[in-house]
Nanobody, 123 residues
Framework: QVQLDESGGGLVQAGGSLRLSCIAF????????MGWFRQAPGKEREFVAT???????YYADFVEGRFTISRDTAKNTVYLQMNSLKPEDTAVYFC?????????????????WGQGTQVTVSS
């Protein structure tokens, strides 16, 4: 059984920063791709970032260098450092474990999901 637990969301002013964490149980974070997605009210879930088992990272275009995905294998945890946050970044952020070592943009490339953590950016 694989379980992903996100934390670190909250309310922040525009321009501020948050670090999201995702601790994995039942799957080692450096053996598969680990991704972050988000879903804003009334919108579809969208890809944010992924880190492959080999360490390569990919980001959505809207990230524009503001977010960094990383992992700590000793803690079996994946992080999403978010800087220069904008009101349009407001969403529920989900951690996901990939089916393979190289999952990227599509949610169907991921087979386990966390419950999500709310990020709200005020203007």
């Amino acid at each position: 059984q694989v379980q992903l637990d996100e934390s670190g969301g909250g309310l922040v002013q525009a321009g501020g920063s948050l670090r999201l964490s995702c601790i994995a149980f039942g799957r080692t974070v450096n053996t598969v791709a680990m991704g972050w997605f988000r879903q804003a009210p009334g919108k579809e879930r969208e890809f944010v970032a992924t880190i492959w088992s080999g360490g390569r990272t990919y980001y959505a275009d809207f990230v524009e260098g503001r977010f960094t995905i990383s992992r700590d294998t000793a803690k079996n945890t994946v992080y999403l450092q978010m800087n220069s946050l904008k009101p349009e970044d407001t969403a529920v952020y989900f951690c996901a474990a990939g089916r393979t070592a190289w999952a990227r943009l599509n949610s169907n490339e991921y087979d386990y999901w966390g419950q999500g953590t709310q990020v709200t950016v005020s203007s």
